[in-house]
């Protein structure tokens, strides 16, 4: 018999390891849980007539602070950000273990005699939180350093998970002008943990009357005057869980209800001064990379989306989820007609032997599109296409010796969590896929294949169960034009706008204007050939990757490809490269009988045409002007002064313009996150990308490089 590969839930840490990682809220009871909710609760009540609340959390503990926050959270007007930094990632599976035995506590440990008039019983608080807690499980948190965002309820409840060093995480993040934090809550045993610095950086990414709240702020806590002195001096008060009693609830200066204020320090000229500072410091540094709000007012504002495939479809569902509208036209009869036409396209990570930024973020939108795929099938509404797909895993294997090098390189670089990828032997490998192999791999448990087509379907279908969202079919927008109300598309016959905001998001063709024709990508056409489910073959249990791709059959048939020739003179039927699709499975898998059982003789395939950057990375932002890039160029060249010039002053960019594309041959896993980053920055909500990754996703990212750096264009 083969052996079978070790499951993700198969590796991982015990309760008692966990305990030892958080001692300080392991045994969190129902007595806690009562204090904690009725703080949650004035802080809901504090911001009510805020459409979105912002608030962080320091501390992942075991999790019951953070299902508190849901639980607590009761207008339906309302939505919530809850940002969670954690130094030590962990996983649904652990997380599992932790809730397991909490739970268990609260529904053991009575509530006091005078709390229960004023909260649910423990049994019905245990029955909220499990259902909760069982919810954020099936969104499969995983253990990669940076930022996850989960998103629940369509959109009023989301969770980003800040995994890796605190102070790593805080200063990689902007200041969000219109949507900062508005209140900070402390696990214990990270009090002493975090530096001085790490104050700072909440202090910059927080409301100026910003508070923090913690449990046991006393001597007997270990927490020292110089810690709680740090906080006053960064401007917030600061108040203890653990404090508060029965007595009424009083408002302190800043106008929000909170338990017994331990220092009730109103900020000064001084301190808000410093964070203002920081914040100024943040945009200076990349002032070339421009990122401001956009819209003031949401509800007032008119977007327009160009194109119908996955890319706009999700933008608009990011959208929707927010409460703004837009207008999507689309030039074919149906969405997803163009590169999200395929009827399987793999999905699953990039990763680099580096873990870079490319690496970082393609395990970030993958699990986000992961998770998007799940919440549209979890509960389809009447009328909604259905995604097909499968995430039975994709198996990646090397055709060459050259590939072999690169894929030892990407396996050994990084100790990956095992539910990102693993390496599997030939045995193994075998077992996977329930066709012989012969030759080891990497595997990727949580990927498979989605169809894209109707993964783009399914989001403006469930866009307009949201907003006021309009797609215009068989509309073929020829031309752009700026006016002084806003953008103006054009078709041979009609006119529409002007929009406050126009996005481009209209794959192969998002270089066809004169306002986009000069952005650094290129069109690669792809064929992908439909090959008949049969013998051997259709026992095929996961996706391959190897010199080309080759899917477990969906209706009868399976996917192979893919081609990819640049710059294609057209889109018809290749011989040729129907045949090369079969030549790449032969040298990836040479002399496996299975191969005898791809038949290419009905000639079926699909062409489409993909965008791609020579970096990889997908374009998403501010549309740059590059005919003023190169004007301010001659003036600014090839000198430390222009190198200078170039850093600290905004990028000319058209006004109101947008970019979502270039996503290449993985735009199944970087266009919904992608789309939510746009989104994000539209309606000027903190973004869940640091920086650094902004930068490389930025359109104007080819020119910067290289006048950042004083070389010529």
Not at 147 to 167: E, V, W
Not at 279 to 297: C, G, T
Not at 358 to 372: E, G, K, T, V
Not at 621 to 641: F, M, N, R, S
Request: glycine content about 6%; some cysteine; hydrophobic content about 40%.
């Amino acid at each position: 018999m083969t052996a079978e590969p070790n499951k993700p839930c198969q590796i991982k840490r015990d309760y008692q390891q966990l305990i030892n990682l958080y001692p300080a809220t392991a045994h969190t009871d129902a007595h806690y849980l009562s204090k904690l909710s009725i703080y949650q609760q004035r802080v809901f009540e504090a911001h009510s007539q805020q459409k979105l609340l912002v608030l962080g959390q320091i501390g992942l503990g075991n999790g019951l602070e953070l299902l508190s926050w849901w639980r607590t959270q009761a207008n339906p007007s309302q939505r919530l950000l809850l940002k969670v930094f954690e130094p030590n990632p962990i996983n649904a599976y652990e997380l599992k273990s932790l809730w397991d035995q909490s739970l268990t506590l609260v529904k053991e440990t009575p509530f006091e005699p005078h709390l229960e008039s004023k909260q649910a019983s423990a049994l019905e608080c245990k029955s909220k939180l499990s259902q909760l807690a069982q919810t954020l499980l099936d969104a499969e948190p995983t253990a990669i350093i940076g930022c996850q965002r989960l998103i629940f309820d369509d959109g009023r409840t989301t969770i980003d998970l800040h995994f890796g060093d605190i102070q790593t995480q805080l200063s990689s993040l902007s200041h969000s002008p219109m949507h900062p934090v508005q209140h900070w809550l402390i696990l214990p045993h990270l009090l002493q943990a975090l530096h001085h610095q790490s104050h700072w950086q909440m202090a910059k990414l927080s409301d100026d009357s910003a508070t923090i709240a913690t449990i046991g702020l006393s001597e007997s806590s270990g927490l020292s005057e110089t810690t709680v002195n740090r906080f006053q001096a960064c401007g917030f008060t600061v108040s203890d869980i653990n404090e508060l009693g029965t007595k009424a609830l009083g408002i302190n200066a800043l106008g929000i209800h909170q338990p017994v204020t331990l220092i009730n320090h109103q900020p000064d000229a001084v301190l808000l001064h410093e964070r203002q500072v920081l914040r100024q410091q943040d945009a200076k540094a990349y002032a070339f990379n421009p990122m401001a709000a956009i819209l003031s007012s949401a509800t007032q504002s008119s977007i327009a989306i160009i194109g119908g495939g996955l890319a706009s479809a999700h933008l608009a569902l990011s959208l929707a989820e927010r409460g703004q509208g837009a207008k999507v036209f689309c030039k074919d009869a149906e969405l997803g007609q163009g590169a999200s036409g395929n009827r399987q396209g793999a999905i699953y990570p990039l990763l680099t032997p580096e873990n870079d930024e490319l690496s970082h973020f393609f395990q970030q939108a993958f699990l986000f599109s992961r998770r998007r795929v799940q919440a549209l099938t979890s509960a389809p509404a009447d009328n909604q296409t259905p995604i097909s797909h499968d995430f039975c895993g994709v198996l990646q294997t090397a055709h060459d010796e050259r590939s072999q090098l690169r894929l030892d390189k990407i396996i050994q670089g990084q100790p990956w969590p095992s539910e990102i990828a693993y390496a599997v032997d030939a045995e193994q490998a075998n077992a996977i896929a329930k066709i012989n192999l012969d030759k080891p791999g990497f595997f990727y448990p949580l990927g498979g294949w989605v169809c894209p087509f109707e993964y783009a379907e399914a989001a403006i279908q469930k866009t307009m169960q949201l907003a006021d969202v309009s797609v215009s079919l068989n509309t073929d927008i020829l031309a752009i034009e700026r006016q002084s109300d806003g953008w103006v598309l054009l078709t041979e016959k009609e006119r529409f706008g002007p929009f406050a905001q126009l996005v481009l998001a209209n794959g192969a063709e998002l270089t066809q204007f004169d306002a986009s024709n000069k952005l650094q990508m290129s069109p690669f056409r792809g064929q992908v050939s439909h090959v008949p489910a049969q013998f051997q073959l259709s026992q095929l249990a996961t996706v391959l990757c190897a010199n080309g791709y080759l899917t477990p059959s969906h209706q009868g048939l399976h996917c192979l490809g893919a081609s990819y020739v640049k710059e294609p003179e057209h889109l018809d039927f290749c011989p040729q490269e129907q045949q090369e699709n079969l030549m790449k499975m032969h040298e990836s898998y040479p002399n496996q009988s299975w191969l005898e059982d791809i038949d290419m003789n009905g000639n079926n395939a699909r062409v489409g045409v993909r965008m791609v950057t020579r970096d990889h990375f997908p374009m998403m932002g501010c549309a740059p002007d590059v005919a003023k890039i190169l004007e301010d160029y001659e003036q600014h060249q090839l000198t430390k002064e222009s190198r200078h010039y170039w850093q600290t002053t905004p990028a000319p960019v058209h006004q109101g313009l947008y970019i979502l594309g270039g996503l290449g041959s993985r735009g199944l896993s970087s266009g919904p996150l992608a789309a939510e980053c746009l989104a994000a920055q539209l309606c000027g909500e903190p973004i869940p990308l640091d920086k650094e990754t902004l930068c490389k996703l930025n359109p104007n990212r080819m020119w910067l490089r290289k006048l950042l750096k004083g070389k010529a264009l």
